[in-house]
């Protein structure tokens, strides 16, 4: 059984940082691209960030560029999410995802964790 656990999420002031992981079990990781997105009230799901197999392909929204990082350790568990300079508008339940491609759309992603919150205050 496949499962993806995200942590990390928490309150914190604009400005502040967060370090989001991701956790996999029961698939090959290491052939897996994997992907961040984001869901806001009363909004439909967001691509945050993507990054293939080997970390070689790396794409996020334009949103979070300069801001965030998505990492892997050659192919290891966790991925990661690392959010600097973090903005009210980054408020949202953050969710991570597993794919045989480094997608920025949801269809592709065959597997989902269940979430983690992060809320921004100004």
């Known amino acids: 059984q496949v499962q993806l656990v995200e942590s990390g999420g928490g309150l914190v002031q604009a400005g502040a940082s967060l370090r989001l992981s991701c956790v996999a079990s029961?698939?090959?990781?290491?052939?897996?691209?994997m992907g961040w997105f984001r869901q806001a009230p009363g909004k439909e799901r967001e691509f945050v960030a993507t990054?293939?197999?080997?970390?070689?392909?790396?794409d996020y929204v334009d949103s979070v560029k300069g801001r965030f990082t998505i990492s892997r350790d050659n192919g290891k568990n966790p991925v990661y999410l690392q959010m600097n300079s973090l903005i009210p508008e980054d408020t949202a339940v953050y969710y991570c995802?597993?794919?045989?491609?480094?997608?920025?759309?949801?269809?592709?992603?065959?597997?989902w964790g269940q979430g983690t919150q992060v809320t921004v205050s100004s």
């Open positions: 029961g698939l090959q990781f290491n052939r897996y691209s």
């Open positions: 995802a597993a794919g045989l491609l480094p997608a920025i759309g949801p269809g592709p992603y065959r597997y």
């Open positions: 990054i293939n197999w080997s970390g070689l392909t790396i």
